[in-house]
């Protein structure tokens, strides 16, 4: 039997069950990985995860051969975000709590038990513990999602002057982190093709590749019936208080929904999430439900007639469209939603930008069952062929084999 090398993990966000948005892709990672190599991880846990943090550990622990969690800190606040402006490189939002003293003393005594063959660091933010990576060592940086104009976008959405020139602030120097990570790493890896382009586009002499995040097709598997009787006619999932959720949420029930009403008016909406905004709150009326932190996402997506993506902007991948087209579920979506997604117009997917138009779909699906049915099993097939999670993970490991010195 081929002996395992060496594989040390610095991990951003610690996958707690159940899994969701990026730490879906790393316990992924995390499990399929295993099979190849001796994982030694030093992971950050969010201590807004609670009790969840135990799961965490228990569930990677079987595929690590050594895991150290640390505490994540909260964000600056105050005087000191401000502050961290002028006084450090790092970008506050996001980055700077991943540099604490005790997790570069963890990292530093696991080094000092092992040489790794390779270095992985899933996750933007600490990408700068790459210098604590012995010399000679590779290393390979995950980017969730690759700079785009979107992240000024974002900021300029932000409440009140200051706050706005902070975050506007924030995300230039945002910009350069990525920028001087992406140059320095033997490799990068990406969501998208999509993302390739804009991450080279940012460092012209990065190496990149791009995998995507993968579905469990065994299980997200197609449902046998929809519309329950806590079904919906119309389901939105995310986290609703990042902010192209809460735009989607909002143009959704506020532009969209409004011309399905016309005709259809006891059309149904819900809305799933982890956590709600206060302006995403506010929407929610007779016919439109707000539903938090469930713990199996999939009975959701089960019972639902059509999936939206009505999103404006975003970064990289939406995930939960994979989630739902696996389900068989048919996608009402606008561009900027498939972003990363190669998927075709009228297969498994209606790709609409006009709000009328989107409404005019909705109501075409709504009203056809056999078109969803026709439409939920292209989309299945559509995943199996370019998001099966073990592909996935066999190309990240052929990428890592590869570096590997």
Not at 133 to 160: E, T
Not at 304 to 312: D, E, G, I, L, M
Request: aromatic share 10%; proline share 6%.
């Amino acid at each position: 039997m081929k002996q395992k090398r060496d594989l040390l993990v610095i991990l951003g966000r610690l996958p707690c069950p159940p899994y969701t948005g990026l730490t879906v892709r790393y316990a992924y990672f995390l499990e399929g990985l295993a099979s190849h190599w001796r994982l030694w991880v030093v992971a950050f846990a969010d201590l807004k995860q609670g009790q969840r943090k135990e799961s965490g550990i228990a569930a990677m622990q079987p595929f690590c051969h050594r895991l150290e969690v640390v505490d994540l800190p909260p964000e600056p606040t105050g005087w000191r975000r401000y502050l961290s402006l002028v006084l450090s490189r790092k970008p506050c939002h996001n980055v700077l709590p991943y540099y604490t003293r005790e997790f570069r003393e963890r990292l530093r005594r696991l080094l000092r038990t092992i040489r790794p063959d390779v270095a992985l660091l899933l996750y933007l933010p600490v990408a700068d513990y790459r210098y604590e990576v012995p010399a000679g060592v590779p290393v390979v940086l995950d980017h969730p999602d690759a700079f785009s104009p979107a992240f000024f976008q974002a900021a300029a959405q932000s409440y009140g002057w200051h706050r706005r020139c902070f975050a506007l602030l924030d995300t230039w120097k945002l910009k350069a982190f990525q920028r001087r990570a992406a140059k320095e790493c033997d490799l990068n890896i990406v969501v998208s093709e999509e993302d390739k382009r804009l991450l080279l586009s940012l460092c012209p002499t990065a190496q990149v590749t791009a995998l995507p995040t993968g579905v469990d097709l065994a299980q997200y598997a197609k449902g046998s019936r929809e519309g329950d009787k806590d079904g919906t006619d119309v389901l939105l999932t995310g986290v609703f208080t990042y902010s192209a959720n809460i735009e989607a949420a909002c143009y959704l029930c506020e532009e969209i929904m409004p011309l399905v009403w016309r005709k259809r008016p006891k059309t149904t909406v819900m809305l799933v999430g982890m956590q709600f905004a206060e302006r995403v709150r506010q929407l929610a009326t007779e016919r439109v439900r707000l539903v938090e932190n469930v713990p199996d996402i999939r009975p959701y997506y089960q019972s639902a007639k059509v999936f939206v993506a009505p999103y404006r902007f975003v970064f990289g991948i939406r995930y939960k469209i994979l989630e739902a087209m696996a389900m068989g579920k048919p996608i009402v979506g606008t561009s900027a939603a498939f972003l990363g997604i190669p998927a075709q117009d009228g297969v498994g997917c209606l790709i609409r930008d006009d709000p009328t138009e989107f409404a005019d779909a909705l109501l075409w699906l709504l009203e056809d069952a056999g078109k969803r049915q026709s439409l939920g099993e292209q989309a299945r097939a559509f995943v199996a062929e370019h998001f099966d999670r073990h592909r996935i993970v066999a190309r990240l490991n052929e990428r890592l084999e590869g570096i590997a010195r």
